[in-house]
């Protein structure tokens, strides 16, 4: 093990859309193991839209990473050492940590999770698909959106971690979907990960109007991720009692100081529609059943994972800058290496 660890920090706080100058990459010696720690060779980050938020100074869900600080992010990878009651070195731990080489996590780290992987060079799906952009994909579904067969379901960012996943659940579940995406490409891979219709919002055109003709009859739940425009414009589409999950806002993350004005908000009224916000983990009644339905999809063949993979420490602030410019599909991940 080395003796150093080699972590990103956040330099300086982004303006609009994160640029490599926003991060530094540093090293410093390892910290000692206090009682109540393990020490975690991070093998996988995942790389999210929710921490550009994070990278922020302003109120969140969870505090913004301070000036100086390592890049908050989910971590898969193993234990080294451990002085924490009930794991051992040789673990594979998933927990709420940092984008370094190696991470101190306690007992009450965010997410932590002890995996059972039987095969190692998987481990990324299990950031994604197996991990926690299909759990929340699950828990919006079932938890907020209520879905059943023959509800219709659009989702924003479908070519997105979450959305694509979503996606296939829908559809699995006997519900006709409706991608929601930006240019020709991603609509493609949207038909062909089974969507029933792809309605592409970068395209000229009116995007109420596209929405018609792919939901004439209206839409019983929306997936939403992105908030903005897309979210205003599906406003009038809800079918009576229609259900909006909040899953992300990513329309707006680049622009926190000018936000999209929402206009049609009293639709939710006319329609007597519920729109909420949701965090995976305040659901664990849905998380078993979703590792376990997931899982065996994936292993029928019924459910396709979606992943885009970039090497090495040094490449994550790249890959995260590709993901908050729309440049990328599936679950972004960065899996390091072992001189890292």
Known sequence: MSAVNRRITLARRPVGLPVRQDFAFEERPLEPLEPGQMRVRNRVLAMDPAIRGFLDDRPSYLPPVALGETIRGMTLGEVVESRLSGFAPGDVVRALAGWEAYSLLTADALGLEKLDIADRSQMSLYMGTLGPSGLTAYVGLFAIGQIKPGDVVAISAAAGAVGNVAGQIARLCGCR????????????????LGFDAVVDYRAPGDLSAKITAAAPDGVDVYFDNVGGEVLDAMLP?????????????IANYNNADDQYPIRNLWQLLVKRATMRGFLTYDHPEYLDEAQRRISAWVKAGALRPLENVSQ??????DAFIRLMAGKTTGKTVVCLDPAD
């Open 177 to 192: 979907t409706i991608a929601i995406a930006g240019g020709a490409d991603k609509g493609a891979l949207c038909r062909d």
């Open 237 to 249: 589409h809800m079918r009576d009692f229609g259900r909006i999950i909040v899953c992300g806002m």
């Open 312 to 317: 090495g420490l040094p490449a994550a602030p």
